[in-house]
């Protein structure tokens, strides 16, 4: 048999290029995968609950679950309100408005622990903001914006902070997603008479859909997996499920609940993109993640 | 011009510049965090712009023991890790974006599900595993884990690049003559490596900034992040000043030079068909 012929041909070279990242992928993702499952489940004799029951006695845990959801709750609608706006000024595509994308796009860059320091400088006792408000005459003495006291405003900064930092990754997915929409669309729309909001909620949000959908589940999971954020500007003020997973591994040296927590933290991730597919249904052929 | 278009105009322009002053001042403030003497940051109120430039801070967190290490580390570790997930990642995005095959569209949706699992759930057994293997604290190791997390999007960003190279110039090229290997490296690589080089750009930036799996599979050989992650609680606030604004430089100076492809890549990972 001729192998270069055979090699050339057309039905063997896709596989042959996909080989190298399936072959990765399944050392470094798919084993991993089962190994946390296996790490989470599995004890001295066998298949056990004791990791995930540890987790649950973990005195942070109730605190964790309840702050990685609400955290998400709010950062996320919030970033999709202002990624929306956004996304709708630069497509007017006034002139600069490549410029201003280019710089809202910035913080694409900026890692979650890299935030949380920079907003660390503004909210710290003598940060930019108490310095400024101070300066302006507004307030006496400080603020104590990151405090055990005042955990609500602690919450609040790093709500801030991930909006700052994560709303660029929303926004591009948008503009891409509005710039898909034809402009007949909207150019029938005013010849039959719609007014601006109209437009809006009949023609663009109904179109841009698919491009919502993948941009709430990116964000969603993404927010879900937050922790150098929320440990760079409060310390342990406002723990998260990821924090811990990370603190029981390198803390206290435990895989077993560590790992208990990443899978718990994947079975949120799964449910969350099952509730959105499912309730935000789109065609098939065009959902993405 | 009349009154009704300035109005808009104006409203536009004045949006557009409140979203920019959002993003650019704590960028600002960072950048004035850095260059502020250290003596400064106890001063209270403290000045805004500092009463005088100085490189302070910034050289006292290069000398922190472990600092410039872990700079160098980061940088070798990131070099590796585009090295590995390009070397790994092309070929299969160059496929996505040339064949028709079986199992196509599976394979895009097994990637694109590979997005949605949190790095802990990797990070942890595999740390576990290259205890065993003799990879635990070691950079190589570091770059295997961040380039298992790059993968999925070096397939979809370079599908997206490869799609904009046209297919037909290859053919014409082996209608002249050249084999198929002749007819990639002659004009489909040429075409697609500023695309190419973005994505390694972008990869780059993902290692940079990862810290979970960098942190826990590290101990001597930290990376930048780590290195700042592990010193948060008993490190003075400047020094984490300067850990921030030493991590987001070359991220925002890479973010210059792929500003043209983001939508080609994120565009694209949406977008593509």
Partial sequence: ?289 | MNFRVLRRQTWLYLGASLAAFWVLVPIVFTALAAFTPKQDFYLWPKPVVPRRFSLDTMRFFLNTHGVLNSLLNSVWVALMTLGLTLGVGAPAGYAMARFLFRGREAFRLGILVTRMFPTALLAIPITVNFIRWGLYDTLLGVALIHTAMALPFAVIITTGIFLGVSKELEEAAMTLGCSRLGAFARVALPLALPGLAAAAMFTFVISWNEVFAATILTVQNRTLPAQVLTMLRVSPLYFRFAGGFFMIMPALLFMFFIRRYLFHMWGGATAER
């Fill in chain 1, 1 to 289: 048999m001729n192998w270069r012929r055979f090699l050339g041909t057309d039905t063997l070279l896709p596989y042959l290029l996909l080989l190298p990242t399936l072959a990765y992928l399944l050392v470094f993702f798919l084993v991993p995968l089962g190994n946390a499952i296996s790490l989470s489940f599995w004890g001295e004799e066998g298949f056990t609950a004791q990791h995930f029951l540890g987790m649950f006695q973990d005195v942070k845990f109730g605190e964790a679950i309840k702050n990685t959801f609400f955290l998400a709750l709010s950062i996320v609608p919030l970033q999709l309100i202002t990624a929306l706006l956004l996304a709708m000024l630069v497509n007017t595509r006034f002139r600069g408005s490549k410029f201003f994308l280019y710089l809202y796009a910035l913080p694409l860059g900026i890692s979650d622990l890299a935030a949380g320091l920079v907003w660390l400088a503004i909210f710290t006792q003598h940060g930019y903001l108490n310095s400024i408000l101070m300066a302006l005459g507004l307030i006496e003495r400080p603020i104590y914006f990151i405090s055990y006291q005042n955990v609500g405003l602690t919450f609040l900064t790093i709500v801030l902070a991930e909006h700052w930092r994560a709303t660029a990754i929303v926004l591009v997915i948008l503009v891409a997603g509005l710039q898909m929409i034809s402009r007949d669309y909207l150019e029938a729309a005013e010849v039959l008479g719609a007014k601006r909001w109209q437009k809006l909620w009949y023609v663009i949000l109904p179109l841009l859909k698919p491009s919502l959908q993948s941009a709430l589940i990116i964000r969603t999971i993404f927010a879900l997996q937050m922790f150098a954020v929320a440990i760079a500007l409060g310390g342990e003020i406002v723990p998260v499920l990821a924090g811990e997973s990370y603190y029981w591994y390198s803390s206290y040296r435990n895989p077993h609940i560590a790992s208990a927590y990443a899978v718990l933290l994947m079975a949120i991730s799964l449910g969350m993109t099952w509730v959105y597919l499912r309730f935000l249904r789109t065609r098939p052929e065009v959902t993405r993640l």
